[in-house]
């Protein structure tokens, strides 16, 4: 197996603690969390409290000021339990980001410390009923009235929208000017006129809180907006997506590894015609393959990372990664579970679970077909 040399001696150091909380906090709980729907802000808590949360933010915004390889660390521990209820990656490395980024000294000094401890927990709302990847197809609207903006719109499939203490909200502030008419707002919780509805029941991610969020008359001052200028929210949400694509790619690759692994020890453990699944040729011969994609697959992502940690990753590559990493992260789950057997289908095996989880991965943080038409388009560009 080709080495992983991207992780210093401080990142193995992070990784083993981390190791520990998701065995201890995260795994033990987690079947309880699919049942309820939605994790317990307990847990949040206790990833603050570990330094799970909000890895990269600077100390003086109330961080550690680590790189992005602790967040990248927090993701594959997470893929390695297959624990896709607690949303720690949206919270830490897109919502903060935006306010990291974008927000006012002020902004940073209310939220950004307190997403760090866990105790406030971001969502970002941008999906609506007719408009999914299509940005400038969204309808929310904040209309200027003083020194407030009054925000009316709904949207849906939002993470964290059952549990979310702060929500950045896509709104149109000229409705007139199609992507130079978004604007990123700040929504709490507790505004009078917000409200969440149903928990909505999906294929997987059971645990993952996932909701239609509602906004009536809903009044915020203009200090909320993220920027000091209205019609800037579609460049800074498409600045942000390299790393919200990388994210996606960190999490398959590490899921394809923990689903080849799992299947090693059940096929090895399980006995069919008087030996071990394993031994059969079949068997040894799938396993090899999967195990070869899955190895170029951690190769192309560690090299992501490091172009990330340089600032140097591009939209192309980034779409490159998310594409193929969940791609194969989908393939590469169907083919375990059919070496589960009946086995496989049942919920209390991991790859059961995984395989249903996984299938959102090729929609999330933008569609397959989005990053062909990403890639594409640069390919057409430079012929």
């Known amino acids: ?115 760090t401890t866990g105790e406030v927990i971001g969502a970002i709302a941008m999906t609506e009923p007719g408009a999914g990847s299509d940005l400038q197809g969204i309808r929310t609207t904040a209309k200027r009235d003083g020194d407030d903006y009054v925000i009316n719109g709904s949207k849906i499939y939002i993470s964290n929208g059952q549990l979310a203490d702060l929500v950045v909200v896509a709104c149109k502030t000229d409705p007139n000017e199609g992507w130079r008419g978004i604007s990123l707002i700040l929504v709490e919780g507790d505004r009078a006129g917000f409200e969440r509805g149903r928990n909505l ?26 920027g000091p200028d209205e019609g800037k929210g579609f460049i800074q949400l498409v600045s942000q997506l390299p790393q919200e694509r990388l994210i996606q790619a960190v999490k398959g690759a590490e899921t394809v590894q923990s689903a080849i692994d799992w299947t090693v020890t059940y096929t090895k453990d399980r006995q069919a015609f008087g030996r071990t699944i394993a031994q059969f040729q079949n068997t040894q011969f799938k396993l090899a393959e999967l195990q ?61 679970r995984a395989w249903a989880d996984s299938r959102m991965s090729r929609i999330a943080g933008g569609s397959a077909e989005i990053m062909k038409q990403i890639i594409a388009r640069d390919m057409m560009g430079r012929n």
């Not at 201890?24 to 994790?39: L, N, Y």
């Not at 680590?66 to 997470?78: Q, R, T």
């Not at 009044?219 to 993220?226: A, D, Y």
């Not at 990330?308 to 591009?314: I, N, Q, R, V």
């Open 1 to 115: 197996m080709i080495p992983r040399t991207i992780f210093n001696e401080d990142h193995q150091i992070f990784r083993d603690s981390c190791r520990r909380f998701m065995e201890t906090e995260v795994e033990p709980h987690h079947r309880q969390w699919e049942k309820d729907g939605q994790v317990s802000r307990e847990v949040w808590l206790k990833a603050g409290e570990a330094g799970l949360l909000c890895c990269d933010i600077p100390e003086e915004m109330g961080g550690i000021g680590a790189d992005f390889m602790f967040s990248a660390i927090v993701l594959e521990e997470l893929a390695r339990v297959g624990a896709t209820g607690p949303n720690f990656p949206l919270h830490s490395d897109i919502i903060a980001p935006y306010i990291r980024h974008y927000g006012s000294a002020e902004q940073q000094k209310k939220w950004l410390p307190k997403m």
């Open 292 to 352: 070869s994609h899955a190895t170029m697959l951690r190769v192309f992502v560690d090299r992501c990372l490091e172009q990330h940690l340089k600032g140097e990753l591009s939209e192309i590559d980034a779409a490159m990664a998310k594409m193929n990493a969940t791609d194969m992260q989908c393939r590469v789950l169907d083919e375990c579970l059919q070496l589960h057997g009946g086995a496989g289908y049942m919920w209390d095996y991991p790859i059961a």
């Open 201 to 226: 029941e999906k294929i997987g991610m059971h645990a993952q809180d996932t909701s239609e969020l509602f906004f009536s008359d809903v009044r915020v001052p203009v200090s909320n907006l993220l």
